[in-house]
């Protein structure tokens, strides 16, 4: 079989993804039966004597069986052990520091590689949350005691991250013994030198663009900057991958030539820079996946054998999941693999396409010629490249960016040009040779940052830059490119094809997406969440979240999180009504959002403070104000006795929102007449309102029952949720 390792890397791959993010009973259920089929159809192809088939049904059904049972046993026997054991709890870790410290405004994050917990050898990753100065740095041994809770970021546990802490006192993180040796260190020193290279040469802003393109750095980008590569689809320039690895590579081996073009010094040395590159941007998936495949590339090269791109990609992402089936959770590693497959796939098919309708193969002038066919290869692999990452877009992100391919077209050569330019820069400062060059070549990398920037936000700026997946019509899209593309690998299809699907994929696309942007609901719209111990309840308008009172225990709060994380990535206001029901779900809230405004009680200020980057607004006692959400939405804030509760008035209604141990009594007259009342809990004065509609979220146990049907005479609807959400226009 010539695809051996294509076939049994991306089949479980696959498996891994559907299992991992679906997560049904059912889909497991059906994945097995899948596996049991297709080795029983292996044994008739076997007894049919079907070599062929028989080899490929076999293989393909024992890895889906492989696949299902190895995240099945991860999951339960690793990830479920370490959460069940120490989450919530007290616990004291002893371990060290194993990635760059990174630093904010007031606050500092160590990865801790845990070698004990409690007394017990563990080995898993804890993220710690520190508000104290020490003189802890990178891979020194360190000494915990926190309480625990348990990582809900699918990206942060694809990583190994299971456990995260908060400091609340300067003793809770102490250094101890030697530092752990590790060549990892040098690297991420580098990585420093090179950071502050970079921002001693251009202005901020673009030096953390360098930097992000350069190192895969995004923590210093403004967030209106990520905000606008997010909008646009073009996120993968900040995300150190195959692109930028090949950009790297084809520098340092020009230079490598200088003094040899002996093959053998070549690929050594290649694969010497692949590592290094590879360890200086922190071994992103994306970018281990492109240094596997380089490094096999070039070991067929010192041994006179070609590798096949499919076998490539199949052995490295093996060599990712194999170890870590719940790498899948990184949906960076998901969308370089599809985009990888695209190019593999389609990009030499539509670029003989565009050379054939050019006739660009018949240009005389060699430059000329060259420059057109470098285009032409640009235009094949961004539009390959990105119709094979617009379905993880849509099903991930609940967005289409319907310009990403046009918009990728203009901004890849920039980028390609700022990352050459970046790296000179960074080596050059370090080690300096002619201190004016490396001014000049700086001067022109800040100007091309700052030109990326610019057209970047002026694509985001644009109405349908970013379009919300939520029509019926985009899926109809997708699963109609789907199928096409099933039918021609069924077919064995040849370029036209191929070319006819992709006019007709694009075609719809360019008819759909309008029509869903034109017909799309632009009303607002709140939502309440069951969440467990606490309530979530969000505004939201057009894709963007207006107001968000951030509730819910830790058992919840990882599902409610997910929910309103789909496509949005800004929170205008966050209210915390109550530090013990109301904050769990704050720092995933504060990791993956851009926050505008923090609002809380003079109580829940302090607990607030420890866990976001954003200082709170405090709402002081016995006050009513009001902040105003959208065009026509705003929300009248009212602390009494220690309480926030929320009076939201949209276009479309109002609803006044009672927190737990709220008093209905304390609400003035005028507030409780709402056309909504979401009570999470049932006090004596409950009757006092006077609203057509009550949601309950509370506690609905037997001991309640009598309660719960004073309530339904009491109003003309009464919806009481169960782990589940409700949302009212």
């Known amino acids: 079989m010539k695809r051996l390792f294509g076939l049994i890397g991306l089949l479980y791959l696959l498996t891994l993804t559907a299992v991992f993010y679906f997560k049904s009973p059912v889909l497991i259920g059906f994945a097995l039966f899948a596996a049991f089929a ?100 990178e891979f020194d041994r360190v000494t915990l005691n926190v309480k625990a809770f348990a990582e809900k970021s699918d990206r942060n546990i694809s990583h190994r991250i299971l456990l995260r802490a908060y400091e609340k006192s300067p003793g809770d993180i102490t250094a101890g013994g030697e530092s752990k040796p590790s060549l990892y260190k040098y690297a991420i020193m580098a990585r420093k030198d090179m950071r502050k290279a970079l921002g ?155 050379t054939r309708k050019t006739y660009s193969n018949k240009i005389k002038n060699k430059k000329l010629k060259a420059a057109v066919m470098f285009f032409i290869n640009l235009i094949s692999v961004s539009i390959s490249a990105g119709l094979w990452v617009l379905p993880i877009d849509v099903i991930a992100f609940g967005r289409i960016t319907p310009l990403v391919v046009i918009i990728s077209i203009i901004t890849e050569p920039i ?18 040779v002619v201190p004016v060059l490396t001014q000049l070549v700086g001067y022109a990398d800040d100007l091309l940052c700052r030109l990326l920037i610019n057209i970047n936000q002026g694509f985001a700026d644009l109405p349908i830059s970013s379009v919300k997946a939520e029509s019926e019509l985009v899926y109809f899209w997708l699963g109609l490119t789907a199928l096409l593309v099933i039918i021609g690998y069924i077919i064995k299809a040849k370029r036209d094809f191929v070319i006819a699907s992709i006019n007709i994929s694009f075609a719809l696309m360019l008819i759909f997406v309008p029509i869903s942007y034109l017909t799309a609901d632009t009303s607002s719209k709140i939502t309440v969440y069951q969440s467990g111990n606490g309530v979530c309840l969000e505004v939201k308008k057009e ?80 006050t009513i104000q009001t902040v105003k959400l959208n065009t026509d939405d705003e929300v009248t804030v009212i602390c009494k006795n220690s309480k926030v509760y929320q009076y939201i008035t949209t276009e479309g209604s109002s609803v006044i929102f009672v927190p737990r ?24 004065d409950y009757i006092e309102l ?40």
């Open 690 to 729: 006077n609203c057509a509609n009550i949601i309950y979220t509370g506690n609905s146990s037997s001991y309640y029952n009598e309660k719960i049907e004073n309530l339904e005479s009491a109003c003309e609807s009464l919806t009481v949720l169960r782990n589940n959400k409700i949302e009212i226009k």
């Open 415 to 432: 980028a390609a040009i700022i990352l050459a330019l970046s790296l000179f820069c960074s080596l050059s400062y370090l080690f300096p």
């Open 200 to 354: 001693r040469l251009m202005t901020k802003d673009s030096a953390s663009l360098s930097s992000a393109i350069l190192l895969g750095d995004k923590n210093s980008l403004p967030d209106s900057v990520l905000n606008s590569f997010r909008k646009t689809g073009t996120s993968f320039l900040i995300v150190v991958s195959g692109l930028h690895l090949s950009v790297a590579l084809a520098l340092v081996s020009s230079v490598i030539k200088k003094f040899t073009k002996r093959r053998i010094p070549l690929c050594i040395g290649s694969i010497i820079v692949v590592i290094c590159f590879a360890a200086v941007t922190g071994f992103n998936y994306s970018v281990i996946r492109a240094a596997i495949a380089v490094i096999i590339y070039q070991a067929g090269r010192i041994i006179f054998r070609n590798s096949d791109p499919l076998n490539s990609l199949g052995f490295a992402a093996l060599a990712i999941t194999i170890f870590n089936p719940c790498a899948v959770g990184d949906l960076g590693l998901l969308m370089s693999f599809s985009a990888t497959m695209g190019i593999i796939l389609w990009a030499d098919k539509i670029g003989g396409f565009l």
């Open 38 to 137: 297709l080795i029983a159809a292996a044994v008739i192809m076997k007894i049919r004597r079907k070599r062929y088939m028989f080899k490929t049904l076999l293989i393909s059904g024992v890895t889906i069986g492989f696949a299902v049972s190895a995240i099945f046993l991860y999951q339960n026997y690793y990830i479920d052990s370490i959460v069940n054991n120490y989450s919530d709890k007290e616990i004291c870790v002893e371990g060290y520091v194993c990635e760059e410290i990174t630093f904010n405004n007031n606050y500092a994050e160590y990865l801790i590689q845990t070698e004990r917990i409690n007394g017990n050898s563990v080995h898993t990753k804890i993220k710690f949350t520190g508000y104290s100065e020490n003189d802890i740095k």
């Open 661 to 684: 141990g709220g008093k209905v009594s304390d609400l003035p007259e005028e507030y409780k007449s709402a056309d909504y009342a979401v009570l999470d809990s049932l006090g004596k």
């Open 543 to 622: 894709g963007n979240i207006s107001l968000l009172s951030a509730g819910g225990n830790s058992r919840y709060a990882d599902t409610v999180y997910e929910e309103i994380s789909s496509g949005n990535y800004e929170v205008d206001n966050i209210i915390i009504p109550d530090a013990n029901y109301y904050l769990d779900i704050l720092p995933y809230i504060s990791e993956e959002f851009e926050v505008n405004n923090l609002l809380t009680n003079a109580e829940s200020y302090e607990d607030v403070r420890l866990i976001s980057e954003k200082n709170p607004y405090l709402i002081e006692e016995n």
